[in-house]
């Protein structure tokens, strides 16, 4: 607080100046200015007294009885906070119960989705055999053509070839397919006018017989199959050619018109029942 | 003497009837009251000094009661009520402390 200093110092205090501190220390200075001395009648007195108690009694009674007002609302809050706090144990509780439903029923989605698992491996183990599901690995390829001369004894029958592919069969061949007709257990090899059909479709040679199996005894087990003495006979003697030839790696496509018409599935009995 | 049986008075009437505060005037009776206390103590205080006038206490205490009703009921038109009620409370506070203090003086010399 910078004070102004003034050449005469600080200006002296008018009296009449109102310090509002110092009227506000200062003792109340009512009764020093007396202007009537008044009457000695008591009633304005005893009114002004009496005045006086009824406000502060009735201040009183008014903050008294808001009391019980506060009292009750406080009253109220608690119950609605013990009522929340049970329902907060109740929700937790609901929130344990419906954890332990949601572990339960994972068990269950993984118990299920193993036993998905295992069926699925099977049914493209069993798809793999019937020929319903396409298959690759390694394998033979046996390319099967008429004769050059092209003479009726040096042409590939249907008979031929079912007997080409019964001997690959039993030579071991886990899936055959002929010309990218793959074989399943409801394909036919027929001769349909000129042609030989499989699965109703004809095929035009050269015919090229693949099978999935072990290269590595396919080939020879074949050429001891009656069909294998036989297409060398047909390849000596009547210009058939008949070459075998083993793959690395061989893809057969899915078999067509796989449809069960009777057959139906038996319950499979599980295990502990 | 009388003011003592004016005060009981009072308080027994105020006990007795209950009178029921109008709902406008219930934010102004706690200024009121400490207006009045007020007024009381510096009337206490001219009395034990020998300056007591009936007429001057009478006068200083319905118009310390009046006037600190208008002032909070100004200050609630103005949205300053309870600001003005704290300002009226602390000025009479002082004054009345200062008379008690003047009253101690007086009554115990200390």
Partial sequence: MASTHSPHGAPPASPDAYDLLAGLTAADDEYSHPTDPGGRSPLGLVLAVVLLGLLVTVAAAQTQSGAPQAERDRAILLERLEQEKAQVAMLGERADQAAAEVAMLRARTVESAESVQALQSRLDELGATAGSAAVRGPGVRVVVDNSADGKPEGTVLDTDLQQLVNGLWQAGAEAVAVNGQRLTTLSAIRTAGEAITVNYRSLSPPYVVAAIGDTDSLPARLLETDAGRTFADLRSNFGVRFEVQTRAALRLPAGSRLVLNAADEAPTPRAGR | ?110
């Fill in chain 2, 1 to 110: 003497m009388i003011a003592v049986l004016g005060l009981a008075l009072g308080v027994i009437l105020g006990l007795l009837v209950e009178p029921s505060v109008p709902a406008f005037l219930q934010p102004y009776l706690p200024i009121a009251v400490v207006a009045a206390l007020d007024a009381t103590f510096g009337a206490l205080r001219a009395f034990l000094d020998g300056v007591f006038n009936e007429r001057v206490f009478v006068i200083s205490f319905v118009s310390n009661v009046v006037i600190a009703a208008l002032i909070v009921y100004l200050g609630d038109q103005l949205g300053v009520g309870s600001q003005l009620s704290t300002g009226v409370v602390v000025v009479l506070g002082i004054r009345i402390f200062s008379n008690v203090a003047a009253i101690r003086r007086r009554l115990l010399h200390a």
